[in-house]
């Protein structure tokens, strides 16, 4: 009975033994994966950094007005270059409500004139 109560601690410290070294490896291949993220980390701070600096730098007025002259070509906006166009479908609204704005103002100087207003109605 002793023999048998002696082999069954045995191999129950076999056992506990086996887990414990099994224990300690994933406990170094944790802390080894911790390390190299921990590393890969810094390195992508250090390298947002760097970006963030480039992309201050890229971004300044002057950067960008003389990238916009020499690489595409473009001007300063003077009004002797301005081009006005004007579409046909909406010019009929226009002058509708240009005339529209006249007629107000109209009525607004007969109303300030305190005049009669059906004396001057051919004004409008």
């Known amino acids: 009975m002793t023999a048998r109560l002696n082999l069954l601690l045995l191999l129950a410290v076999v056992a506990s033994s086996l887990a414990l070294i099994k ?3 994933d ?3 944790l802390f080894a994966e911790l390390h190299r993220a ?3 980390a810094l390195r ?10 480039e992309r201050q730098i890229q971004a300044t007025s002057l950067r960008v007005d003389r990238a916009a002259r020499d690489k595409l070509a473009m ?8 081009m006005y166009v004007v579409d046909p479908a909406a010019a009929p609204a226009a002058s ?9 103002r109209r ?5 300030e004139c305190g005049s009669n ?5 051919h004004w409008i």
């Open 23 to 25: 224990t300690a490896y």
């Open 27 to 29: 406990s170094r291949r």
């Open 38 to 40: 921990e590393v890969e």
């Open 44 to 53: 992508l701070a250090g390298e947002h950094q760097r970006l963030e600096a």
């Open 75 to 82: 001007r300063t906006v003077t009004p002797a270059l301005t």
């Open 96 to 104: 509708q409500a240009r005339h529209a704005r006249t007629a107000r």
């Open 107 to 111: 009525l607004r100087r007969l109303r």
């Open 117 to 121: 207003m059906s004396d001057r109605l």
